[in-house]
């Protein structure tokens, strides 16, 4: 625990400083407003008197970097935004995107994961405990976890298992998730990379998607959802999490990511800054197997 306690002291100095030296009007962190919440909630800390309701610990899951893009936390000021390792790719795929302002970039405060991160399934595989691109990274007493690749055998390794199944089972148990949707669209709302001012989903004129929760308007929503996330989605998990029904998105996140690994020479949304995305670029070394 004293790792975390010096991580929140340091934490709590840099959001004073920025604040009161005025490079930022707002800091935006995770914060545990009672001890019995089990989840972060996201603060906007405006005064440096208000710094100490900035926390770090084992319940900081939200991927905050979905604020940048909302024009009601644009229209605050200078940012200031507090990420882990894995969140810090969805603020590379946005600045590809063009949908980070460079004449105002936030100020990104990068938190070093533990070794074993907030201890959540996807930490197991991850291999950005520390962010790489921060104005500052934060860390404890403990040294700093070194940034080692996980071999792909290892981050596929949940998607290999089921892609033994026959593909009738496959496409049976997907059905089966989908009936589940209530269509709250959750999963959108804490995406990073689900921007878009007015959603597909949201479209009525043609309607192109069913919008009440049947079988096939949930699987038109999932799909269609998937599709527009594919090279895209940086695995953050949050679209799981949110997810009242307990839809298993994160395995057919795997599944985009893996499709964008083998067929865009390697690539990993959010891992390498100077690469362009796979969707609207084009290289001779596509191996282009999906188009048949
Ligand atoms: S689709 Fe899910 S896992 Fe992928 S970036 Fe969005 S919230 Fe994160
Ligand atoms: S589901 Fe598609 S259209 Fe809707 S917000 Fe996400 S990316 Fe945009
Ligand atoms: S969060 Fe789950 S239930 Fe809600 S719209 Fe997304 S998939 Fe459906």
């Known amino acids: 625990m004293k790792n ?47 710094v100490e309701l900035l926390d770090w610990n084992e319940k900081c899951y939200g991927n905050l970097a979905a604020y940048m893009t909302r024009k009601e936390v644009r229209a605050l000021g200078r940012v200031a935004l507090m990420v882990k390792g894995c969140d810090e790719k969805a603020l590379v795929v946005l600045r590809r995107e063009s949908q980070i302002d460079p004449s105002n970039p936030p100020r ?32 404890g007493v403990t040294p700093v976890p070194e940034n080692v690749p996980v071999p792909a055998e290892k981050r596929y390794e949940r998607l290999s298992e089921f892609m033994k199944q026959p593909r009738e ?31 597909i989903a949201e479209r009525n004129k043609p309607q192109a998607i069913d919008s009440s929760a049947t079988p096939r308007g949930n699987w038109s929503w999932g799909i269609t959802r998937a599709f527009h996330l594919a090279g895209r989605c940086i695995g953050c998990g949050e679209c799981t999490r949110v997810c009242p029904a307990e839809i298993d998105l994160s395995l057919l996140n795997l599944s985009l990511a893996n499709a964008a690994e083998r067929s865009f020479e390697g690539f990993r949304p959010g891992m390498d800054p100077d690469r362009e995305g796979a969707v609207g670029a084009y290289s001779r070394g596509d191996s282009e197997e999906f188009i048949r």
């Open 169 to 199: 089972n496959r496409l049976a148990f997907w059905m089966k998730e989908f009936d589940r949707c209530i269509r709250c669209y959750a999963c959108r709302q804490v995406c990073p990379l689900c921007y878009c001012e007015r959603c």
């Open 4 to 50: 975390r306690e010096e991580v929140v002291e340091k934490l709590r100095a840099s959001a004073r400083e920025m604040l009161s030296n005025k490079t930022v009007d707002v800091v935006i962190g995770w914060g545990c407003v009672t001890p019995e919440q089990t989840v972060a909630t996201p603060v906007f800390v405006k005064s440096p008197d208000d």
């Open 108 to 139: 990104v405060i990068g938190i070093a994961c533990d070794e074993d991160g907030l201890g959540c399934a996807k930490c197991g595989t991850c291999d950005v405990h520390v962010p790489r691109f921060a104005d500052i990274v934060i860390s």
